[in-house]
């Protein structure tokens, strides 16, 4: 039996309060956990009081690095990046050497570059998981305009003044001059990234961008695998959730934001002429607009906001349909992942890395655009034999592909490939 390692995971979210990648973290702690290893989480936090706070999280050992950034964009950027770096390498180098950790893994844009710097300072491999977009875009999602569907086809001059104008406004002609600060900032992303030991991907849509990217990565090592799911948990809730809610109805998961397509959610949903009302779980910058649209357009909604994951999975699991508008290029959503590990059919955008998670007509059904989409929902709401062949495929995939157990089985193999050179 191989022996136990020690790791020291890093991330800018975590639960008992994350979204998708501090779930996917979790998971990685849990299952390695299972396996044997002892593993310890630093996580970030910009919002709060400055400090380094001790906690728990069944039974892991959190340490939150707490460094307050200002509410002043440019300056909160910085504070966000180049001083949280390094600041956080400092005291990762020394709680990896007093820990005594065989590698570290870095797990989203503000702690993967300390993490590989302190790793290369003490002298142990670093893994990076990049589970978005932000070492080639310097807003993480590949959108150069929210208002338009198409993705930026690289970060050039020209294409960051285009993308600083609709997020900026009238202060464009102030904020193009950060574009030489922007420009170095994702230089420095790549370099870093690219001394990693390993790059972990979680879609082949991520895969491909670095390597189409960021040259930086030719010669790192760079693998394809999904985020772990608990499917036992999963398991549990499709057998046993209480309907929360006698009649039917559909429903939409996430962030409220124009790269989750939020804005064409309630148009296609109105075309498509549903017959149930659209249950809303999650928050954002867009919510009033979504309100104001399905009064104008006659859409029933029921916003519950943001809830706890296991009231959200109830309301996933009874469902008639998950609708997934997003038009950004998802990296890999767990939302589409837990949907299809509960049974419930979906209509999604073809976007990004939601090809490695539905097969058109088998497990969901996919469409290229929002005239697609509201089609797909029409077919859905009309097709019940549809939505629970779809549904039924899709647990069976979802179990084979995305189950924990296998996918943290994959990324120990990475571990042990990277120290047996150095054992030797």
């Not at 310097?138 to 960051?160: E, K, R």
């Not at 469902?319 to 998802?330: D, K, N, Q, R, W």
Request: hydrophobic share 45%; charged share 20%.
């Amino acid at each position: 039996m191989s022996a136990p390692l020690r790791v020291l995971l890093v991330t800018d979210a975590f639960p008992p309060v994350c979204g998708g990648s501090g779930w996917s973290t979790f998971e990685l702690a849990r299952g390695l956990v299972a396996r044997g290893h002892h593993v310890e989480v630093v996580k970030t936090d910009t919002k709060d009081r400055t400090g380094v706070f001790d906690t728990s999280v069944e039974g892991l050992r959190v340490t939150e690095f707490r460094r307050r950034a200002s509410d002043i964009p440019f300056i909160r950027n910085i504070q966000k990046n180049e001083r949280l770096w390094s600041s956080l390498e400092r005291y990762l180098v020394d709680r990896l050497r007093t820990g005594r950790f065989d590698l570290v893994h870095g797990q989203h844009v503000m702690t993967t570059v300390p993490a590989i710097r302190a790793a290369r300072t003490v002298g142990i491999p670093a893994v990076a998981t990049v589970r978005d977009y932000w070492p080639v875009c310097y807003w993480s999602d590949l959108i150069y305009d929210p208002s338009q569907a198409g993705l930026c086809p690289a970060c050039s001059v020209t294409m960051m003044t285009r993308c600083v104008r609709p997020r900026a406004g009238a202060a464009s002609p102030a904020a193009w001059t950060l574009i030489p600060y922007m420009r170095a900032n994702l230089l420095t992303k790549r370099s870093v990234l690219a001394q990693a030991s390993a790059i972990i991907a979680p879609s082949h849509a991520i895969t491909d961008d670095l390597r189409r990217r960021a040259p930086e990565l030719a010669q790192t090592p760079l693998y394809t695998i999904p985020n772990p799911v608990d499917m036992t948990r999963l398991d549990e809730v499709h057998r046993v959730a209480v309907r929360p809610s006698a009649d039917p109805y559909a429903i939409y998961v996430g962030k409220l934001a124009p790269n989750k397509g939020v804005q064409f959610l309630i148009d296609a949903y109105a075309d498509a002429k549903v017959p149930w009302p659209l249950v809303v779980v999650g928050d954002g910058p867009l919510r009033a607009e979504i309100e104001a649209k399905a009064g104008d357009r006659g859409v029933a909604v029921r916003m519950l906001g943001w809830l706890p994951r296991d009231r959200t999975l109830e309301w996933m699991r009874h469902a008639e349909v998950l609708a997934f508008p997003s038009y950004g290029p998802e990296s890999l959503s767990r939302v589409l992942i837990e949907a299809s590990a509960l049974g419930t059919p979906i209509a999604a955008m073809e976007t990004g890395g939601t090809r490695d998670i539905i097969h058109a007509g088998l497990t969901g059904l996919l469409s290229a655009d929002v005239a697609g989409f509201s089609r797909d929902l029409q077919t859905l709401a009309t097709d019940a034999r549809l939505r629970t062949a779809l549904g039924a495929q899709a647990r069976i995939e979802a179990h084979a592909k995305f189950s924990a157990a296998s996918v943290v089985e994959r990324i120990e193999q990475i571990y042990r490939g990277l120290l047996s050179p150095l054992a030797a």
